[in-house]
């Protein structure tokens, strides 16, 4: 559960460094080049993708991945800094899309019902957050999972029955403000030969609210406050020795986390113009930020993006590369049936297995060690 | 003088093993108490009911007037008790210096600050750094406790509860298990403490030398029971502790 399994640090993490990078990661530098690197390249590619890749497919694929990485952080906060194991992030999740989505749907397409629906929805996540924290954080670990995992059933059985509110299976499907809207042009003539639509404004949308979520995260793990949930990870019992209530630390710890799977879920919502069970409630999504926030590294939070980034365009592209490699496989005896796309989810797992093996301490883990 | 802390009729109960039994005893400031007894005898049961780890079946710890037999363990704290572990108690993956720096952080109640990095708090990172340094663990600041001697994890132990400045110092066998070049350390700061400030002290501590040198009064307990209380020399030489309790321990040392 641990970030480091160095027991000297290989830098002296008290120095300040000046600069405003510093600053605005919060003193948290990468602390390896390779990371940096990559880190630089998602960050570049993702700004740029509408004007990089031409279609709707790459667009959506950058944007799903921004929400992860928000979503997969947040997850980091509870399981990587504070040591919690909840199941219950996908229902904030929801909460966020299915706010977005009924309020959109309800009070009609304006920016206000997109604030009504958001801080209810904001709202609603922080009531039960505290309410599942202050109830179940006192119990053994285990059982404060269960408590998280019942939950979570309930809120999805919930949001299946409420179908005249929530468009139960199906969803619901809405109109976003006109501003938001495909037909929208922000400038008249393309931008290095992309239209600045509507769609185009939705994007940096997402982009930028999840990139500013990311940093306000990664400065919270890095504050007073952060320093106090990775010592209650360390050592519960010694953390309320010293005087920090660690009931009250780790109900604030779920909150922040709800608070931003939350707005996660808004953007999806926003993104996808629709939100139901599957996209942003069910289950697996939540197998899925488990898998991510894992193969990333755990207590790191760039772990989160590296994590979401490569899980996204793996569940978005590897069914496609399997296509390719199954067809000029094709006449030779069982390799084109080894990769038929079909296949995809198995090689994903065993792809997960062999890195999680690999790499005990995720993919940041991994780069960090290889620096020293 | 009023006492810093007093218990009174302090009791716990397992079913039917009684293992503190109505224990009353004021502890006043600037004096040195220990307490001794043999293995089982209830002292760091005692110890784990005045700082909450456990909850007493009967009984009330007051500190400072105040009645704090019903508050959690780091409410306790933050009025003023401080406890060193028997079995060394640290974050085992974070260096020396953050562990340290923690107490200081929960001391100056700078845990609730979420928007400003942590290394922007000078102040409590050289006030963590000068307390390692009085421990002579300074040059051992970036070492996580896992990976320091056993002797250097009580050394830090004994930093944790300096940092937290407590009015109350709770030792439970500081120099358990240390070896002996690295006793005397541990013994000056103890006795240091005592000289610097009117802090109350608490030492449960099986060595009988360091009792002697370091103690102002001497409580004995025994199945749970207070049966002395008094001067060192006093205690000591009475017939009863030394047959029962301290004989085996003082032709030992």
New interface residues.
């Given amino acids: 559960m641990s970030s480091s399994s160095t027991l000297t640090l290989p830098f002296d993490e008290t120095r300040r460094r000046g600069g405003a990078l510093s600053e605005l990661l919060s003193s948290d530098m990468p602390r390896s080049r390779a990371l940096s690197l990559i880190l630089l390249a998602i960050l570049v590619v993702l700004a740029a993708t509408p004007f990089l890749f031409p279609g709707s497919q790459p667009i959506g694929t950058a944007a799903k991945i921004c929400v992860f990485i928000v979503l997969v952080a947040s997850y980091d906060l509870l399981l990587g800094y504070s040591g919690i194991v909840s199941f219950a992030h996908t229902m904030f999740f929801g909460i966020g899309g299915y706010g977005i989505a009924i309020a959109l749907e309800r009070l009609g397409p304006t920016w206000s019902s997109v604030a009504v629906g958001l801080l209810a929805a904001l709202a609603l996540s922080a009531v039960l957050a505290v309410a599942i924290g202050l109830l179940s954080l006192r119990v053994r670990a285990i059982f404060f999972s269960m408590i998280t995992l019942a939950v979570a059933s309930a809120a999805a059985v919930l949001a299946s029955q409420l179908s005249n509110i929530t468009g139960g299976e199906d969803g619901l499907s809405f109109q976003l403000p006109p501003a938001l809207r495909p037909a929208f042009r922000l400038l008249s003539e393309p931008l290095f030969g992309t239209a600045v639509n509507g769609r185009l404004v939705a994007y940096y949308l997402v982009f930028f609210v999840a990139l500013l979520v990311f940093l306000m995260l990664l400065r919270i793990v890095n504050s007073p406050f952060g320093r106090v949930l990775q010592a209650i990870r360390e050592n519960e019992f010694r953390a309320e020795a010293l005087g920090y209530r660690v009931v009250a630390y780790r109900t604030a710890a779920s909150v922040i986390s709800a608070l931003a799977a939350t707005v996660a879920g808004a953007l999806m919502a926003l993104w996808l113009r629709y939100n139901g069970p599957d996209t942003t409630l069910s289950f697996s999504i939540m197998i899925d930020i488990l898998l991510m926030v894992v193969i990333g590294g755990m207590g790191t939070m760039y772990g989160a993006v590296i994590g979401a980034a490569l899980f996204v365009l793996a569940q978005s592209y590897l069914q496609v590369l399997m296509e390719a490699g199954s067809t000029a496989l094709a006449g030779v005896p069982l390799l084109p049936n080894l990769i038929h796309p079909d296949r995809w989810l198995l090689w994903l797992g065993a792809l997960f297995v062999i890195s999680v093996y690999a790499f005990p301490g995720g993919i940041v883990g991994r780069l960090r060690q290889a620096r020293q | 003088m009023t006492p810093a802390l007093e218990t009174r009729g302090l009791t716990i109960r397992f079913g039917g093993h009684v293992a503190v039994n109505d224990v009353s005893c004021r502890f006043t400031p600037g004096t040195l108490t220990a307490i001794v007894g043999p293995n089982g005898a209830g002292k760091t049961t005692y110890f784990n009911l005045i ?1 909450g ?1 456990l909850r007493a079946t009967s009984g009330q710890v007051i500190v400072g007037g105040e009645d704090i037999t019903g508050l ?4 306790r ?2 009025r003023g008790l401080g ?1 060193a ?1 028997q079995l060394t ?7 020396a ?2 562990n340290v ?3 200081v ?3 100056a109640d ?12 000078r102040d ?2 050289e006030k963590a750094e000068a307390v390692l340094e009085r421990v002579r663990l300074a040059d051992k600041r ?3 406790p ?2 320091l001697s056993h002797g250097d994890q009580r050394k830090l132990e004994v930093a ?1 509860l300096i940092a ?1 400045e407590p009015k109350i110092f709770m030792f439970d066998e500081p120099t358990a298990g240390m070896s002996v070049d690295e006793v005397p350390t541990v013994l000056e700061l103890i006795h240091d403490i005592k000289q610097r400030s009117d802090a109350t002290v608490l030492l449960v501590e099986h060595k009988m030398d360091v009792v002697r040198s370091l103690s102002d009064r001497i409580i004995v307990l025994h199945n749970g029971a207070l049966v002395a209380d008094g001067e060192p020399a006093e205690v000591i030489a009475s017939p009863v502790v030394q047959e029962a309790y301290l004989g085996v321990e003082v032709s030992r040392d």
């Fill in positions: 700082s780890q959690a363990p780091s409410a704290t933050r406890r572990f108690n640290l974050f085992p993956q974070l260096t210096l953050e720096r923690l107490a952080q929960s001391r700078a845990g609730w600050s979420l928007f400003r990095v942590w290394n922007t708090r409590l990172i970036h070492i996580a896992k990976a944790l937290m």
